[in-house]
């Protein structure tokens, strides 16, 4: 990012990710990983299983993270 010769870069503005944007993120990446099960399962194929798992996982631990307010 380039700034203008004399703009103060102390009072710019942050820009910042609203939730519901983080909110079609996570179901998008649970639909995903649903998909991957499905996959894994029609096809037999473990590593697919894997991921499919691991992405669960992950939507999973960051809706208990933000119900609960942990960090």
Do not use: C, P
Not at 22 to 36: C, H, M, N, Q
């Amino acid at each position: 990012m380039r700034y203008r010769e004399g703009q103060d870069i102390n009072n710019l503005q942050q820009e910042t990710l609203t939730s519901g944007v983080s909110d079609i993120t996570v179901a998008y990446t649970l639909v995903i990983g649903f998909i991957f099960i499905a996959l894994a399962r029609y096809g037999k194929q473990a590593w697919l299983m894997f991921w499919g798992i691991v992405t669960v996982a992950a939507v999973a631990i960051y809706v208990v993270i933000r119900w609960f307010n942990l960090f």
